[in-house]
């Protein structure tokens, strides 16, 4: 298994789990939020699935998925196209109230385009500095273990407070 074989797995099975905890939602399980200042299951999906298309469509030197296919407009969050929610609070993470087959579509849409490119990298790749802004500075392997365990944790709460619905 090659390194890019490794990644895009990681990616497949946030995906997979991720499908798994929209199903058979309404807008009000989405929008739940299991106490104050916690994060809803629509927050936490329209976020990783924003890390996901941002950092990785930037490592690739492609456009997202977000701005590209007009999930920007379709979602219809009150945000600029390149927020990707790092820094909400209670009032940005109450105003995601996204469908979730929408949600859904939009993280199938990233996952389909960042996909293949992730699966194609080899060792060598890795190495390669995308972020310099910090000491040191960030290789797209880093960056990329970074994209799938933001993902995973993500994935994980909103399974969680899922769990939650109807306690």
Same mark, same amino acid.
């Given at each position: 298994? !090659?390194?890019?074989?490794?990644? /895009?797995? *990681?990616? &497949?099975?946030?995906? @997979?789990?991720?499908? *798994?905890?929209?199903?058979? #939602?309404?807008? &009000? ?10 994060? *809803? ?8 699935? +924003? ?7 930037? %490592? ?8 590209? *296919? ?11 196209? %390149?927020? !990707? ?15 979730? &087959?929408?949600?859904? %579509?939009?993280?199938? /849409? ?12 080899? /060792?060598?790749?890795?190495? +390669? ?5 910090? &000491?040191?500075?960030? !290789?797209?392997?880093? +960056? #990329? ?9 993500? /994935?994980? @709460?909103?399974?969680?407070? +899922? ?5």
């Amino acid at each position: 298994m !090659t390194p890019g074989e490794l990644l /895009a797995d *990681s990616l &497949d099975r946030t995906a @997979q789990n991720v499908e *798994s905890v929209l199903d058979g #939602l309404g807008p &009000d399980d989405l929008a739940h939020r299991p106490a104050p200042g916690a994060n *809803s299951i629509a927050w936490l999906v329209w976020h990783l699935t +924003r890390i996901y298309d941002d950092h990785v469509a930037a %490592a690739a030197g492609r456009e997202q998925v977000h701005v590209a *296919s007009g999930y920007a407009e379709r979602l219809g969050l009150p945000f600029d196209a %390149a927020d !990707t929610g790092y820094g909400h609070g209670d009032d940005e993470v109450a105003a995601v109230r996204v469908p979730g &087959d929408l949600l859904g %579509a939009y993280l199938r /849409a990233v996952h389909e385009a960042m996909r293949p490119w992730v699966q194609a990298l080899d /060792a060598p790749d890795l190495d +390669r500095v995308v972020d310099e802004r910090w &000491d040191p500075p960030v !290789t797209l392997g880093v +960056r #990329l273990v970074s994209v799938a365990d933001d993902c995973a944790q993500h /994935a994980g @709460q909103a399974a969680y407070v +899922r769990g939650l619905l109807g306690r």
